[in-house]
Nanobody
Framework: QVQLVESGGGSVQAGGSLRLSCAASGYTSRPFCMAWFRQAPGKEREGVARFYPKNVATSYADSVKGRFTISLDNAKYTLYLQMNSLEPEDSAMYYC?????????????????WGQGTQVTVSS
């Protein structure tokens, strides 16, 4: 049973930083990709950043490029999201997701496994 557990959320002022973690367990094979999504009240879940372990590739939503960095600690099998220069618009519940089969992690509909989420609140 694949389990993803997020941590690291909190409340910060605009311009501040947070580092989210997603501890993964229960895999029988390495995920094809892992990703961070976020969902604000009344809005759809949107992709923030993706990590593809096989070729160590990353991709980001335009709204976070240059501010957020996704990374994976293979030894701990923990996914991270370093968030700098946070803006009030970044406030949302942040979710970690993964899929084992080949394909894209850009859309929420493509994700097979989800964590429970961690709240990020950025005040102006």
């Amino acid at each position: 049973q694949v389990q993803l557990v997020e941590s690291g959320g909190g409340s910060v002022q605009a311009g501040g930083s947070l580092r989210l973690s997603c501890a993964a367990s229960g895999y029988t094979s390495r995920p094809f990709c892992m990703a961070w999504f976020r969902q604000a009240p009344g809005k759809e879940r949107e992709g923030v950043a993706r990590f593809y372990p096989k070729n160590v590739a990353t991709s980001y939503a335009d709204s976070v490029k240059g501010r957020f960095t996704i990374s994976l600690d293979n030894a701990k099998y923990t996914l991270y999201l370093q968030m700098n220069s946070l803006e009030p618009e970044d406030s949302a519940m942040y979710y970690c997701g993964a899929r084992l089969s080949a394909g894209s992690c850009e859309l929420a509909s493509a994700i097979a496994y989800w964590g429970q989420g961690t709240q990020v609140t950025v005040s102006s």
